[in-house]
């Protein structure tokens, strides 16, 4: 085995330029959201809200599902980059406050899930009336719908600053007390977190048109959500070494994160062609509606959505080399950060503001900015409070060694 002498106490500083641009980034989001209120263009700004703010929590999220999953496989080789989902997993509460304002504002507002808060949609003597949301108000009403969100998402905050105060007493403390409770409390997670996320997503995306349902939907979204978390760490590692830090991170890591993304963005893919298959070949009124709408009036995202989630990835990353290749994986990653921003918005636009009238401009740029420098503001801040590695991990060893 070799030695190394790479520092163990090295520390992220979150200072200068990236510093500077996160704060400017938050300020433009701010001004994009007023923005679409002053113009009264309120459903558009709320669906961006609710676009941005679901996009942050799920790759938080998926931060923690990262770290559990490498505990519960007792993976050596990811020792060494566990810093950065952690500090993802650290930000996740507040992407929760986030979204779940946003989504409580919307509710209050009728700018979201009007489909089934509509005023009278549940009263037979109402003209709004609507038998079939009525027959699902047991479950879509808004004092069950709001405490649904609140547990999962609580319950996904609570493992996330769990696994991230056991790193911290195993710096502090060495030995396998740490890590084996990390692995107890992983399996905990990934069993809570399986049966959840696909409610999270029928709740928080699919009932913003609640006339349609699919029961693939959930697997849809963990798919996304899951390699748009891969690539984000993947563009973090490699902007920090780039900086000059986590040397430590050679081609063989970036080879697994690049056979993360390339894997699942094909995982993805058979979801969302398994979906749209089975609904076009039944050619059922109900259902081909969803798929209609976004083919008539979102035609480019439709595509576009396609081209940057898989195609991009896959031809990009079939060869062996680029995998290996800092700008190309960064360059991927950056697509198909991209692309699944393309994906959610193909999601949630037309259950929405319908048919894509209002346009597309300032308050979509913005408030993607505004929440991209909120994410790199909160996470880096999050990355500098402790050391870039896990220096105790009983695994660091292999992963320092890590060689395909």
Not at 151 to 179: A, T
Not at 224 to 245: D, E, H, N, P
Not at 305 to 324: A, C, G, I, Q, T
Request: aromatic share 16%; hydrophobic share 50%; with cysteine.
């Amino acid at each position: 085995m070799e030695t190394h002498n790479y520092n163990l106490t090295e520390q992220f500083e979150f200072t200068g330029k990236a510093k500077t641009l996160s704060i400017v980034g938050i300020v433009v989001g701010i001004a994009a959201i007023a923005f679409g209120f002053a113009s009264g263009l309120h459903e558009r700004t709320f669906a961006n809200l609710l676009l941005m703010a679901y996009y942050f929590a799920c790759v938080c999220m998926s931060g923690t599902f990262f770290l559990a999953v490498q505990f519960v496989a007792q993976a050596g080789w990811s020792a060494a980059i566990l810093r950065v989902p952690q500090a993802m997993a650290k930000t996740l509460p507040i992407a929760v406050v986030i979204l779940i304002v946003v989504i409580a504002s919307g509710l209050a507002t009728h700018n979201l899930y009007h489909h089934w808060h509509a005023d009278g949609i549940t009263d037979p003597n109402s003209p709004n009336y609507d038998k079939l949301i009525d027959g699902k108000s047991a479950f879509l009403n808004v004092p069950f719908f709001m405490g649904r969100q609140v547990v999962f998402l609580g319950v996904y905050c609570i493992f996330s600053l769990l696994l991230s105060k056991l790193s911290n007493n195993e710096d502090l403390e060495g030995g396998l007390n740490s890590y084996n409770k990390s692995f107890k409390f992983s399996c905990i997670f990934l069993v809570i977190y399986g049966f959840t996320t696909p409610i999270f997503a029928f709740d928080t995306i699919m009932s913003l048109e609640a006339h349609w349902f699919s029961t693939m939907f959930g697997w849809y979204n963990f798919a996304a959500m899951w390699v748009s978390s891969l690539a984000t760490m993947a563009v973090i590692i490699i902007l920090l070494r780039k900086a000059g830090y986590m040397q430590w991170v050679n081609n063989s890591h970036l080879h697994n994160l690049g056979q993360f993304i390339f894997g699942f963005s094909i995982f993805w893919t058979y979801v969302w062609f398994a979906q749209f298959m089975l609904i076009y070949y039944a050619n059922m009124p109900e259902e081909t509606v969803y798929f209609y709408r976004r083919f008539e009036f979102y035609k480019l995202w439709f595509f576009l959505n396609l081209l940057m989630n898989f195609l991009s990835p896959v031809l990009l990353l079939m060869d062996r080399d680029n995998k290996r290749q800092e700008n190309i994986l960064l360059g991927v990653s950056l697509i198909v950060l991209c692309g699944h921003w393309v994906d959610y918005y193909q999601m949630i636009m037309p259950g929405t503001v319908k048919d894509g009238s209002n346009g597309f401009g300032i308050i979509e740029i913005g408030t993607a900015i505004g929440f991209v420098g909120l994410f790199t503001f909160t996470v880096l801040t999050a990355l500098s409070k402790k050391p870039l590695i896990a220096k105790n991990h009983p695994l660091l060893q292999e992963s320092l060694n890590h060689h395909l």
